[in-house]
């Protein structure tokens, strides 16, 4: 059993910056024709050269391709990019984000286990632990206060295995303490796992912070546009199995029968990654869409660029929207009186994403209102589109927690989310102040009036 090599990455001796490395990081070449982009290798297997080469693959002493399952050329260009850039030491794609969380959780979880996690955090992720993980007998308990130690601390567990957070979380952005909550979970010899996915690792970097697994949903700003679904699980390559045989006793076991190397004997402080490469991801058939990998390659080139507009267009938005009477409260931590802004300030130098909340004074009829009135905002349950996208999370996203779980968790009758996208900032200012003259009572026109679609011509429809 091989761990491939195209999974991995070296750390080049030149500091390349984050620019130059979204275009070049990952590409291995194309031998064949010359081409500069890696081609779209739609291939379920791979040709082997004779009967030694196969067995070889297969027995691990060849680290070639053997079948798309497990990986592709056009994968693995994808992986070693995206590691790269979060100064990872291996990545693993999934077929979308929460496939890459289950991936990530489960190269470490078992049944009895017991896990900690922030009680923010997206809520398709928390019906995965809620109600699929718990059918494996693997156990979730949310922490109160994330950015206290003692908290964390006081709820550890002899079978407790991870501690889990999202960098970002969507949509209060009730920013946590990366750092604080690491160190926490070092300190008891267990591994952070952490969704950077609004962040993505042009603002932040969580194994910088002591981060031990990243997880991304590759669907939402790395690809940027809103056409493709994936997911990615990122190894540190930092955080010492070896030390812990009790708490991680699958990767002390044989990887396979009549052989007695393990896990950890193998792979060292990478056993955890080819374990969930190789057990997890392989076995489950978590595959990765090898076009959809190509669609995510072609939006990291752009991302510095897009996340800048991101961020700078959803601080002017957030400072628009604090401004307005009929907002109670405006969640983005870019605000200096938005109680995270601190945090902000320490972990987002560049800004703290584009994905916000606000809450209207008026309640759910006022949401309703604006959220039918706005034209250039997009009705739609995504986020990290290049498409300003608007969201009602109390009647659609959060619909399914109780009332007094939304309460708790400042869902309120009133929010809507936004994911601000790139578009001229003035013209999503414009839309939302007629969204919210109509609120107001007044019956402003379309910002499209006299924009139709033209006369149709003869050809049209041909």
């Given at each position: 059993?091989?761990?491939e090599?195209?999974?991995?990455?070296?750390?080049?001796?030149?500091?390349?910056?984050f620019?130059?490395?979204?275009?070049?990081?990952?590409?291995?070449?194309?031998a064949?024709?010359?081409?500069?982009?890696?081609?779209?290798?739609?291939?379920?297997?791979?040709?082997?050269?004779?009967?030694?080469?196969?067995?070889?693959?297969?027995?691990?002493?060849d680290?070639?391709?053997?079948?798309?399952?497990?990986?592709?050329?056009?994968l693995a260009?994808?992986?070693?990019s995206?590691?790269?850039?979060?100064?990872?030491?291996?990545?693993?794609?999934?077929?979308?984000?929460?496939?890459?969380?289950?991936?990530?959780?489960?190269?470490?979880l078992?049944?009895?286990?017991?896990?900690?996690?922030?009680?923010?955090i997206?809520?398709?992720?928390?019906?995965?632990?809620?109600?699929?993980l718990?059918?494996?007998?693997?156990?979730?308990?949310?922490?109160?206060?994330?950015n206290?130690?003692d908290?964390?601390?006081?709820?550890?567990?002899?079978?407790?295995?991870?501690?889990?957070g999202e960098?970002?979380?969507n949509?209060k952005?009730?920013?946590?303490?990366i750092?604080?909550?690491?160190?926490?979970?070092?300190?008891?010899?267990?591994?952070?796992?952490?969704?950077?996915?609004?962040?993505?690792?042009y603002?932040?970097?969580?194994?910088?912070?002591?981060?031990?697994i990243?997880?991304?949903?590759?669907?939402?700003f790395?690809?940027?546009?809103?056409?493709?679904?994936?997911g990615?699980?990122v190894?540190?390559?930092?955080?010492d199995?070896?030390?812990?045989?009790?708490?991680?006793?699958?990767?002390?076991?044989?990887m396979?029968?009549?052989?007695p190397?393990?896990?950890?004997?193998?792979?060292?402080?990478?056993?955890?990654?080819a374990?969930?490469?190789?057990?997890?991801?392989?076995?489950?058939?978590?595959?990765?869409?090898?076009?959809n990998?190509?669609?995510?390659?072609?939006?990291i080139?752009?991302?510095?660029?897009r996340?800048?507009?991101?961020?700078?267009?959803?601080?002017?938005?957030?400072e628009w929207l604090?401004r307005?009477?009929?907002?109670s409260?405006?969640?983005?931590?870019?605000?200096?009186?938005?109680p995270?802004?601190?945090?902000?300030?320490?972990?987002?130098?560049?800004?703290?994403?584009?994905v916000f909340a606000?809450t209207l004074?008026?309640g759910?009829?006022?949401?309703?209102?604006?959220?039918?009135?706005?034209?250039?905002?997009?009705?739609?349950t995504?986020i990290?589109?290049?498409?300003s996208l608007?969201?009602?999370?109390?009647?659609?996203?959060?619909?399914?927690?109780s009332?007094?779980?939304?309460?708790?968790?400042?869902?309120?009758?009133?929010l809507?989310?936004?994911?601000v996208?790139?578009?001229?900032?003035?013209?999503l200012?414009?839309d939302?102040?007629?969204?919210?003259?109509?609120?107001?009572g007044?019956?402003?026109p379309?910002?499209?009036?006299?924009?139709?679609?033209?006369e149709?011509?003869?050809?049209?429809g041909l």
């Amino acid at each position: 059993m091989s761990l491939e090599s195209d999974a991995l990455i070296d750390a080049p001796a030149h500091e390349f910056g984050f620019d130059t490395e979204q275009l070049h990081a990952g590409y291995q070449g194309e031998a064949a024709h010359g081409a500069r982009i890696t081609p779209i290798y739609l291939t379920a297997g791979f040709i082997f050269d004779d009967f030694d080469q196969a067995a070889a693959r297969f027995g691990g002493s060849d680290a070639g391709y053997v079948y798309s399952r497990t990986n592709n050329p056009t994968l693995a260009a994808l992986e070693q990019s995206i590691a790269r850039l979060e100064r990872g030491a291996g990545a693993t794609l999934a077929g979308s984000g929460q496939a890459a969380i289950a991936v990530g959780l489960l190269g470490v979880l078992a049944a009895g286990d017991h896990f900690l996690s922030t009680p923010s955090i997206y809520e398709g992720t928390r019906a995965l632990f809620r109600g699929n993980l718990s059918r494996f007998g693997i156990e979730v308990e949310f922490v109160d206060d994330p950015n206290d130690p003692d908290d964390w601390a006081r709820r550890v567990r002899p079978n407790t295995k991870l501690f889990y957070g999202e960098a970002i979380p969507n949509p209060k952005n009730d920013l946590i303490d990366i750092e604080l909550i690491a160190n926490a979970a070092h300190a008891h010899g267990l591994p952070f796992a952490i969704d950077s996915t609004v962040p993505t690792p042009y603002l932040l970097r969580p194994i910088e912070y002591g981060a031990d697994i990243v997880l991304h949903s590759t669907s939402k700003f790395l690809a940027g546009h809103g056409s493709t679904i994936g997911g990615v699980t990122v190894d540190a390559g930092n955080f010492d199995w070896s030390k812990h045989p009790e708490r991680f006793p699958h990767l002390f076991k044989p990887m396979v029968a009549g052989d007695p190397t393990t896990w950890i004997e193998k792979f060292g402080p990478l056993a955890n990654f080819a374990f969930t490469r190789s057990v997890v991801a392989g076995r489950l058939g978590t595959s990765f869409s090898p076009f959809n990998a190509y669609q995510v390659q072609q939006g990291i080139e752009t991302l510095s660029l897009r996340m800048e507009r991101h961020v700078a267009n959803a601080q002017v938005v957030a400072e628009w929207l604090d401004r307005q009477p009929e907002v109670s409260s405006v969640d983005y931590p870019g605000l200096p009186s938005n109680p995270y802004h601190a945090l902000a300030q320490r972990y987002y130098p560049k800004g703290p994403g584009s994905v916000f909340a606000f809450t209207l004074t008026g309640g759910q009829e006022a949401a309703k209102v604006v959220y039918n009135a706005v034209e250039v905002f997009t009705r739609m349950t995504h986020i990290g589109d290049v498409r300003s996208l608007i969201l009602h999370p109390p009647t659609t996203t959060h619909s399914k927690l109780s009332q007094a779980e939304r309460d708790a968790g400042g869902i309120w009758p009133g929010l809507l989310r936004l994911s601000v996208g790139i578009e001229d900032v003035s013209d999503l200012i414009a839309d939302l102040d007629r969204a919210f003259k109509v609120l107001r009572g007044e019956n402003p026109p379309s910002l499209h009036a006299g924009a139709g679609a033209g006369e149709r011509v003869q050809a049209d429809g041909l």
